[in-house]
């Protein structure tokens, strides 16, 4: 099939900073950093350029747009999106909302979500169901609860999802055990454009998905992907009609398998990562109606499979990190595995998404320890950097730096490589 130009819908407005993070998984939403030589060893004194304690327990990833790094927690029980500059000193911090939600889980907060920005505006969206618009300095432009709108939560732990956007919407995915949606959201205004009911008839928990959707542009047409109750489905953007599905994620329909890594793309192609099942399925993009018989390229039952961290792609490469560690790397037009390998035994597990950066996989444990890996032809760790705090975001990366954050503080690791393009 002829190759595809996939062209996300953010990059539209970011393409023209390649250093930024607009949102949670990089600039091209696929874990991987823009190019530049980041660091490789560090403790927690040690290559740190600065560090900056949190006002409040927070587990989202943070984001970055020219000189502000954005991200989400909760201060004093309430939903708080704040504001630093390069040099960690917090600009601004506004409240979202009413007040926020604490997490079930040891490893969740009531701010799991990460925000997501357009370089115009900034969107946050936490636990309580709150949705916001604020301006790069701060200032709420719009805010609407999904919960007092279209129902309570009922998801068994916390959520994960976080908010996509398109030329001109905000979008949410609520998926959980009855009353299952996604939605669309004037992007000036809050106002809801779209509802759709995405109801999929997934048993018991199975119903239920953490994952975050993505927003894909094909011409004049964009399509948002979710992945969540058993089934891959495409809805336009325009209207939230769905255009296609793929079902067949749980075959023998067992009750407990939610899902919680997200989806990428990979060319033609979008990789759909379900744990529970033990499977990467490969997915071709296009087509109406119920395409699971005609649309599947390839689904790999190799043990390539990831609970919570979202895999890379890479070219023709896809790296996927097991909840405990284990790396495998495959080819993606096949779905065949080429290498994997176990960064070290250990209790403890992973919920940060790995990342590659200057050439390396950047794996980082719930513990806070940070595995350096080659990407080449072999299994290779050439770096491993103790933090010892608690740490289920992901790292991001930027002209040579690392802001990597856990429960307790923002780390800053390395110096700068690159001074910021005028105009930022």
Known sequence: MRTLTIILALLLTTSAHADNWPSWRGPTLNGVAPSGNYPVSWTKTENVTWKIALPGKGTSTPILWGEQIILTCQQAGRNTAM???RSGKITWKASVGGSGIKGKHRKASGSNPS????????????????????????????QTNLQKAWGKDTLWWDLGTSPVLSANRVLIAVMQTGGSYVAAFDKATGKPVWKRDRDLEAPLEAAQSYTTPIVLKRGNRETLLVLGADHVTAHDVTTGKETWRVGGLNPTGQKYFRSISSPVLAGDLLLAPYSRGGTLTAIRLGGSGDVTKSHVAWENKGGA???VPTPIVSGNRVFV??????????????????????????????TSSPILAGGRIYLTREDGKTFVLESGNS???VGANELGEFTVATPIFSQGQILLRTTEHLYCIGKRTATPAAGR
């Open 321 to 350: 990190c097991s909840d405990r560690g284990k790396l495998t790397c495959l080819d993606a037009k096949t779905g065949k595995t080429l290498w994997s390998g176990v960064t070290e035994k250990n209790r403890t597990g992973y």
């Open 115 to 142: 925000a997501i920005t357009d370089g115009r505006h900034i969107y946050t969206y936490f636990k309580s169901g709150d949705l916001a618009c604020l301006t790069l300095a701060g200032k709420i432009v719009w």
């Open 305 to 307: 499979a990831a609970d």
């Open 379 to 381: 299994f290779k760790v």
């Open 83 to 85: 504001s630093l500059d």
